[in-house]
């Protein structure tokens, strides 16, 4: 009996530290995510000194000892030349767009732009690495404008795509003074849609009825619940039209060159297609743009933190759902065009 309560004991107290253990983990991880959470404002990263430090790490890595000592000499020397100099090297502020269906970068964004346009000369460079797959119209065209703000100051405007900018993607690309793509990036996706689902016929199944009143003829056309008629498609299709004339407006007045007529059907290109179209201006990824503008520039990545409440993370959380099976939408819609052996 003594034996057993012994060993029920030490069971007992290795359970109570496993618990212990846990509790401490997961408030260390709440409190961090707390804490990153309440973080508000600018953060600066000096690329050139980010690719000064990994070049030399992978030198200091594969050379000789006898080499390394010359080099971290020549490089000590180089730095207290750099400091001794007078010559001030134009400067080029990196931003990073990562859209979603609400562009809810664009909080950061404003924030980035604003900050950068108050010390920005015009021997200056913005250069924007854009990641968007397209989505709500206002909040993409809120982002189009936060990027036209640099343009209309006189600053010049790069936009580098590796991957996707269609559709509100595009809206934002479209702004800049030169657009460069990787070779398979997506590109274009000129135009506008709306799909809904329609349950009244489930609904009259089950003798559900379902009442809609409103102020205003059009106050509201096509429904998920209600009956929808051809006038009220037709009243939608003129709506959407004149998104997509409005869509057009704005990429024919920074790239006047483009065939609208050609590119603006909604359709999507790769990046050698896009340049072919005009859609592009050069095959780049970002890293060669960066690599090669970081020679003659001092390169600044510019990233502003906002603040997010608990309820805005929480729904973060659902949009990002959301993107997810819209970008696995994308995936499929493209992957399904791919040749295969």
């Known amino acids: 009996m003594i034996e057993f309560f012994a060993e029920y004991g030490l069971f007992l107290l290795k359970a109570m530290t496993i618990v212990g253990a846990i509790v401490i983990v997961v408030g260390t991880v709440a409190a961090a995510g707390r804490k990153a ?24 890595a594969v050379l000789k000892k006898a080499d390394r000592k010359v080099l971290a000499k020549e490089e000590k020397k180089q730095a207290k030349a750099e400091a001794k100099s007078d010559v001030k090297r134009p400067r080029g502020f990196v931003i990073d767009f990562k859209g979603d269906l609400k562009a809810t970068a664009v909080a950061s964004l404003r924030e980035e732009v604003s900050a950068i346009l108050e010390v920005a000369g015009p021997d200056d460079q913005v250069i924007v690495r854009l990641e968007n797959h397209g989505g709500t119209v206002h909040e993409h ?28 993607g595009y809206l934002m ?6 657009i460069y793509a990787a070779p398979f990036a ?6 506008v849609i709306a799909q809904l689902p329609n349950f009244n016929r489930m609904l009259d199944e089950h ?21 929808n008629t051809d006038e009220d498609r037709a009243k939608l299709k003129e709506e959407l039209e004149d998104v997509h004339s409005l869509f057009k407006d704005a990429v024919g007045k920074y790239r006047q ?3 609208l007529e050609k590119i603006a059907t909604g359709e999507h290109w790769y990046g050698t297609r896009a340049l072919e179209l005009g859609l592009a201006d050069e095959l780049k990824t970002s890293d ?17 933190k906002v603040k997010q409440p608990l309820q805005k993370r929480l729904l973060a959380n659902v949009d990002g759902l959301l993107e997810k099976a819209d970008a696995a939408r994308w995936r499929r819609r493209f992957e399904s065009r791919l040749p295969r052996s």
Do not use: P
């Open 37 to 60: 959470a309440m973080q508000e404002g600018l953060e600066i990263e000096h690329l050139n000194k980010k690719y000064r430090t990994l070049a030399s790490a992978l030198k200091q």
């Open 141 to 168: 065209g809120l982002a189009a404008s936060q990027l036209a703000r640099i343009r209309d100051q006189g600053v010049s405007l790069l936009v580098s795509v590796d991957k996707v900018a269609a559709s509100g």
């Open 173 to 178: 690309a479209c702004v800049a003074s030169r």
């Open 186 to 191: 997506i590109l274009g996706s000129i135009g």
């Open 207 to 227: 003798g559900i009825d379902f009442e809609m009143i409103t102020a205003g003829k059009y106050k509201r056309n096509v429904t998920i619940f209600g009956k």
């Open 257 to 259: 060159e483009l065939d």
């Open 288 to 304: 060669e743009l960066l690599s090669e503008l970081a020679k003659d520039r001092e390169l600044y990545r510019v990233t502003y």
